[in-house]
Antibody
Framework: EVQLVESGGGLVQPGGSLRLSCAAS????????MDWVRQAPGKGLEWVGR??????????EYAASVKGRFTISRDDSKNSLYLQMNSLRTEDTAVYYC??????????????????WGQGTLVTVSS | DIQMTQSPSSLSASVGDRVTITCRAS??????LAWFQQKPGKAPKSLIY???NLQSGVPSKFSGSGSGTDFTLTISSLQPEDFATYYC?????????FGGGTKVEIK
């Protein structure tokens, strides 16, 4: 059974840092792309960023709103995904979800869609 | 960035109703479109990928269609457990983007 369990959320002051973790089980992490998605209180879903798999040299993509402040990393040997958040702002307050992305090949390209989600961890940025 | 627009933003329906939600992309995304269901206080659940393919374990009362810029999610016979918010999402290009959501409420 695929499971994703986030941890590390909490209360942090503006300008502070926080590191979220996502523990994966039930599948081979190194094969998958992994993403972070967030949801501000009462709002919709917002994609934060992605880290590709080992075959694609763990390269990353980020939303413009977090680029330069957030860093996604992974340790496949520990079946874990991470989100390092620096220079936090009040607008970063949200539930943060990790999500697994599975790939399908169409013509000559691969496309990656979300299939499993964690339960989320709440990050509150406030003084 | 590709903008995803869902309509309606909310709807009221009765148990047994057939419900259709639409999602429009600001530019063509082929069939790289997914749908998610989210209940209050819970994580999103993946329903459909590639516009019309059901995720494993998702009941066949859910169906998706469309290609290019216009997509639909249909629930054939609404049941109490289907009252939730539904989101579409494109994965054709970065940044990945979601629609604003459609809240399905009990009439």
């Amino acid at each position: 059974e695929v499971q994703l369990v986030e941890s590390g959320g909490g209360l942090v002051q503006p300008g502070g840092s926080l590191r979220l973790s996502c523990a994966a089980s039930g599948f081979t992490l190194s094969d998958q792309y992994m993403d972070w998605v967030r949801q501000a209180p009462g709002k919709g879903l917002e994609w934060v960023g992605r880290i590709r798999n080992k075959a694609n040299t763990y390269t990353t993509e980020y939303a413009a709103s977090v680029k330069g402040r957030f860093t996604i990393s992974r340790d496949d040997s520990k079946n874990s995904l991470y989100l390092q958040m620096n220079s936090l702002r009040t607008e970063d307050t949200a539930v943060y979800y990790c999500a697994r992305a599975s790939g399908t090949r169409y013509s000559s390209s691969w496309h990656w869609y979300f299939d499993y989600w964690g339960q989320g961890t709440l990050v509150t940025v406030s003084s | 960035d590709i903008q995803m627009t869902q309509s309606p933003s909310s709807l009221s329906a009765s148990v047994g109703d057939r419900v259709t939600i639409t999602c429009r992309a600001s530019q063509g995304i082929s069939n790289y479109l997914a749908w998610f269901q989210q209940k209050p206080g819970k994580a999103p659940k993946s329903l459909i990928y590639a516009a019309s393919n059901l995720q494993s374990g998702v009941p066949s009362k859910f169906s998706g269609s469309g290609s290019g810029t216009d997509f639909t999610l249909t629930i054939s016979s609404l049941q109490p457990e289907d009252f939730a918010t539904y989101y579409c999402q494109q994965y054709n290009s970065y940044p990945l983007t979601f629609g604003g959501g459609t809240k399905v409420e009990i009439k």
